[in-house]
């Protein structure tokens, strides 16, 4: 049996690394991290993911809710979770088309067209995301996930 492929949103993978005050959806996130360290699931995303996850840890750093130590252990760890990386400038065209369709951002659209081609679920922890393209995309709640 072969691992299933999702597309990983960047607001998943931060929870691995934010305090778990104020932040939702810890625990499933690690239990996703959990499957993905079993190899029942491989993780996928656009080479945009390594910004904006970067971006998080960077704002957390400095609003003090995590110290130096902490955001470089992200950072290293994140590059060694085996995330299959596809190029954003193959999915320029589609996620603009998405874009402007849902008045959804542009940095949103690339992960639901990166699904789209890949013909798997993206997972997110941005219920509004969810609810507003979920019934047209493949687009799939952290919170909705059963593991």
């Not at 699931?41 to 945009?48: E, L, M, R």
């Not at 992200?74 to 589609?94: G, K, Q």
């Not at 789209?116 to 993206?122: H, I, N, V």
Request: aromatic letters at 10%; hydrophobic letters at 50%.
């Amino acid at each position: 049996m072969s691992a299933k492929r999702v597309v990983l949103d960047a607001c998943v993978a931060v929870k691995w690394y934010l305090p778990r005050e104020n932040e939702a959806l810890v625990d499933e996130a690690f239990k996703l991290l959990s499957r993905h360290k079993e190899r029942v699931i491989t993780f996928a995303a656009p080479d945009s993911f390594w910004a904006e996850f970067g971006n998080v840890i960077w704002k957390a750093l400095r609003q003090e809710r995590i110290g130096e130590r902490v955001a470089r252990v992200a950072l290293d760890d994140i590059r060694a979770w085996d995330i299959e990386v596809f190029r954003t400038e193959d999915l320029l065209d589609n996620a603009l088309t998405i874009a402007i369709a849902n008045e959804r951002s542009f940095y949103d659209a690339l992960y639901v067209a990166l699904a789209q081609e890949l013909r798997c679920d993206m997972i997110t922890a941005d219920e509004k995301l969810v609810n507003a393209l979920g019934s047209r995309f493949p687009v799939r709640w952290l919170g909705g996930m059963r593991f």
